[in-house]
């Protein structure tokens, strides 16, 4: 018999799971795969747009990127070791490139797995999954946004891949309608550049705030103040960028703060996250969850159980790829891949229900203890490493998590230089080389310029991270 099997998502984590079908097609039951993917090309987030809110379709735009990003964290900690950037580009690399070179090698990735055009449905935007307890099969109901039909297909499995970036989280201030500015989330900011000389403020203390703050200093904006609620940031940020209290209202442009103080704005960022959103898979099989290192319902943060309230059990049919707070990332979502696909084709087998439920629940209180970096560093290496075990992969991974601390220990010690830092390639032993002009001074993000820029060779001692300057 063919196991029918539905991934619903073609960004990095859909793309790695239909290629880890692809690697291991000669292993197993046999699987016939179709995946579903609602823009008009793979690549999920790294397919930038122009667009926000709807597209052409009248669907939600999904990507949450912009103009002129760069990589936040060093290429070598989210690098295949089958398929390396050198395997790529013909060459080394600095260790934070921005977004296209990034789009450009996952391509390439997915190439080397054998996936072909012809295997995503782009323009096919899913609409509702359910799972019959008596069949024990899925319904799977599809829209082709181009026929401006739909129609539903049966699933023996389903692999839900479409992210958790892109619905924001949109909280509300006192008084924000009366903002005469424009205010905006994080999700539908595309280029910093229309903020030059201008005093923006940010509410967020997290990823969005850190590096949309930093876009708005390097191009141009007269001033950038980020409003937190739990706790500050902390980096020692440049002098027209500062972190204040929360935002308590808003009177047409002048903002006030917790902390009783007052100040005039062009415009409101909100950097306040995103929502698990899946509404398109029935209540009863849908994943609630906040951005955590260990998720509800979840075996290894991959295969669905119904252990809350108002769910069930899908006989371990159903698997959610790429879900938890991340450290780890392009390889995170190779390893889940290969996770639930030795499953589904029954290369592996998992413990009793009874057993992978207490494992959910140790693992939710494990949660609790993630209170800084480090822990949570270590304890996403300790999951990359128990997932190496369970597939058998031969690279082991943890050696990323003191690069991640190293990466981590840079932005507080410079948080304008961190991107211009180098480190050594885990596979290779080979360090990164470095730009001759700083990040901050990188204002063409363009594959073709920024693959043609001079790089310098690092000369200096390291054990795997290093300053590079």
Known sequence: MVIRVCIVGAGPSGMAALG????????????????YEKQDAPGGLWNLTWR??????GETVHCSMYRDLFSNGPKEALEFPEYTFMDHFGKEIPSCPPRPVLYDYLKGYWRFLGIEEKDVLVKHSVKEVSYDDARKTFSVTVKNLVKNEEYSQEFDKVLVAAGHFSTPHVPTFPGIETFDGRVLHAHDFRN?????????????????AEDIGLQLYKFGAKSVTMSWRTQPMGFAWPDTMKEVPLLTKVSS???????????????????????????????DIRLEATNTYNLPNLYRNIQ??????????????LFYIGMTDQF???TMFMMQGLWAVHVIKGILSVPSREKCVAQIDKCLEEDKLLTDYNKQIDNQAEYMERLRQDTGHPVCLKGCADMFKGWENDKHEDILTYRDKTHKNLFTGIV????????VKLLDDSLKTYLSMEYVEYKGQTNGHTNGH
Not at 52 to 57: A, M, N, V
Not at 194 to 208: H, M, Q, R, V
Not at 257 to 283: S, W
Not at 432 to 439: I, M
């Open 52 to 57: 926000t809110g709807l597209d052409e379709y």
């Open 253 to 283: 442009k002048t903002c006030y703060f917790k902390d009783g103080h007052q100040e005039d704005f062009d415009a409101i960022i909100l950097c306040t996250g995103y929502r698990h959103n899946f509404p398109f898979m029935a209540p």
């Open 328 to 330: 780890y990332t392009y």
């Open 20 to 35: 880890m079908f692809k690697q291991l097609e000669a292993q197993g039951e046999q699987c016939e795969v179709t995946v």
């Open 432 to 439: 990164s080389p470095v730009l001759t002009k700083p990040w």
């Open 192 to 208: 910093a550049r229309e903020f030059t000389g201008k005093n923006c403020l940010l509410i967020g203390a997290s990823y969005s």
């Open 304 to 317: 669905w159980y119904g252990t809350r309230a108002g769910t069930k059990d899908t006989d371990g049919s």
